[in-house]
């Protein structure tokens, strides 16, 4: 008997719940994204259209660390039901790698956006100045700020991210990664338990949060590495997984296997997705740092030690992870 009906039906459940996985991850990586994009640029929603640079990255970036978790997720839920060989378990599993490998695809295929935001922080400063006329205020996009137009020309405003700190400054300008500003003609106000008033001749803040992709990795490069991750964290688990005993006590569904309640399926999708989400944020973590090709094997690795850890926890509660031996 053909063996192409179940298969071609257990690919399309696979993918079914890939596509469930992956809008609810990306979602969430995104929003976090969003929020870091409202504290870096406070005044965004009066000026939504100059956000459009900013927000192809996280777009892209919000698929790819989706994708990869949708990926944990689907895996782990289908090789917690499977009783089949090493083999076997990884043939079922493949069209799941493969839909990382489309989705990862369609990521490197968006715009990636302005990779030198700093370079266009500047610009907005720069423009806000050129558009003075006497002693108008003129607001600098995004920033919150404003140009004073008195001579000598001041920016003012409240501190980005900070809205209670006041500052005036004299010249301002960012890094190319957006990760330091140089100021000259500082002063600082800070009203709070204590009122401090700071003036400097010079300053330079550092360490702020980039947000962007690395741009040291091209498209295909990229696409290379997530995929060459997702593989390794496929492979480890098909390699290494083992169900536990099962315990058929729950509630049989139609075809007769058991079936835990909703919310501890939910909790065990919850765990499922650890090892993709630890690769992800190992992934932005090294984008951040502007880190070497190279060094992003350390994302393979945290993903395989989260593995281990996930598959720790079922070998302690069999009792409750038996009973996902259908779902």
Avoid at 40 to 61: E, I, M, N
Wanted: proline share 8%; net charge positive.
């Amino acid at each position: 008997m053909s063996t192409k009906g179940p298969e071609f039906r257990s690919a399309a459940r696979l993918l079914r719940d890939f596509g469930r996985f992956l809008p609810a991850a990306a979602v969430v990586v995104g929003a976090f994204g969003l929020v870091r994009l409202g504290r870096q640029f406070p005044a965004a929603s009066s000026s939504p259209a100059l956000l459009v640079p900013f927000l192809l990255p996280v777009l892209a970036l919000a698929l790819e660390a989706g994708a990869l978790i949708a990926l944990s997720t689907v895996q782990l839920r289908e090789l917690m039901r499977s009783t089949a060989g090493l083999g076997a378990r990884a043939r079922a599993t493949l069209p799941v790698l493969a839909a990382l490998a489309l989705v990862l695809v369609v990521a490197e295929l968006i715009p990636r956006g302005t990779e030198h935001p700093g370079s266009f922080a500047n610009e907005l400063v720069a423009t806000a100045r050129s558009s003075c006329e006497g002693n108008a205020k003129v607001p600098v996009p995004l920033l919150g700020l404003s140009v004073n137009c008195k001579v000598p020309q001041r920016i003012e405003g409240p501190m980005p991210g900070v809205r209670s700190v006041q500052v005036a400054m004299r010249e301002l300008t960012f890094s190319d990664d957006l990760r330091g500003v140089d100021i000259v003609g500082l002063e600082l106000t800070a009203e709070r338990a204590l009122r401090v008033h700071l003036v400097a001749g010079r300053a330079r803040i550092t360490g702020l949060a980039p947000w962007s992709r690395s741009p040291r990795l091209t498209p295909l490069m990229r696409f290379a590495l997530l995929a060459a991750l997702g593989a390794a964290l496929w492979l480890a688990a098909s390699l290494a997984w083992r169900t536990p005993p099962a315990r058929p006590t729950q509630p049989a569904t139609a075809d007769g296997a058991a079936r835990g309640p909703r919310w501890l399926v939910w909790l065990a999708s919850l765990l499922f997705a650890v090892p993709g989400a630890v690769v992800a944020a190992a992934v932005i973590t090294f984008d951040q740092e502007r880190a070497a090709p190279a060094a992003y094997a350390g994302a393979a690795l945290l993903g395989l030690a989260a593995l281990a850890l996930v598959r720790l926890v079922v070998r302690l509660a069999p009792r409750i992870f038996s009973s996902f031996s259908a779902f």
